[in-house]
């Protein structure tokens, strides 16, 4: 079946086509902003990093990461920024009630199908979840969206984790230069997401379960962490 005129898609393992879409500049602007993602082991301040680079990189106003409640199977906003941004988080977070459905969101139709995604028409798509455009009040106009797909090194298999949700580009629709700097960034935000989650494991194991303590531990001890995360 053919997409429609103001939606495209592709597999994020072809990522979207060429590389020769990202110019030095583009590669430049990446490195840079992947800078650091690794080490930051706070999983909150690492979510806010990535959206602040993804939003960046897309010239955005509003972005998310959204990810996939095992237990709930259904997706959650771990993190947004914007102009709504404390409102999905508290309407729509981890701990809420209400959650985003995984068949009949644009978001569960990337996570379940591992394909990026470009709405220029959101309002048109019939795969748009609206219960939140209803509940913000505020029309979402443009989307980009891609997998987060995380890869194991001892057994290469790869897995879905969420999705980064990017909304409202400032100038004009997003493009396919916007999908594959995405995707590249994704990759490398997926990585550094599973590491903080292992490594706030490890920690709460050790008794440090505040976020304090995860900001402040020692470099040794962080160094630690991420030596077993390596091993």
């Not at 990202?22 to 979510?47: C, M």
């Not at 680079?53 to 010239?59: D, G, I, M, S």
């Not at 237990?71 to 409102?87: E, I, M």
């Not at 969101?105 to 219960?131: E, L, R, Y």
């Amino acid at each position: 079946m053919s997409q429609p005129a103001d939606q495209e898609s592709t597999s994020h393992d072809g990522k979207s086509g060429s590389a020769d879409l990202l110019n030095r500049e583009d590669l430049l602007a990446l490195v840079n902003g992947t800078r650091g993602l690794a080490s930051e082991v706070n999983l909150q301040s690492l979510l806010h990093r990535i959206l602040e680079e993804a939003t960046r990189l897309t010239a955005s106003p509003d972005g998310s990461v959204i990810l996939h409640d095992e237990r709930r199977n259904c997706l959650y906003f771990a993190d947004a920024v914007g102009q709504d941004a404390n409102l999905l988080l508290e309407q729509w977070g981890k701990n809420s009630a209400l959650s985003i459905p995984l068949v009949g969101s644009k978001a569960g139709q990337v996570f379940t199908s591992g394909m990026s995604q470009i709405v220029d028409a959101v309002v048109n798509d019939p795969n748009h979840f609206k219960g939140i455009d209803k509940d913000i009040r505020r029309q979402t106009a443009s989307m980009v969206c891609v997998p987060l797909i995380t890869s194991s090194i001892q057994s290469g298999n790869s897995r879905i984790i969420g999705v980064i949700q990017i909304l409202n580009k400032f100038d004009g629709n997003y493009t396919q230069r916007d999908k594959v700097l995405l995707e590249r960034f994704a990759d490398q935000a997926a990585g550094a997401l599973e590491n903080a989650n292992l490594i706030s494991d490890l920690f709460a194991h050790m008794g440090l379960y505040a976020t304090e303590d995860l900001v402040s531990c020692p470099g040794d001890l962080r160094a630690k962490s991420l030596e077993l995360l390596e091993d």
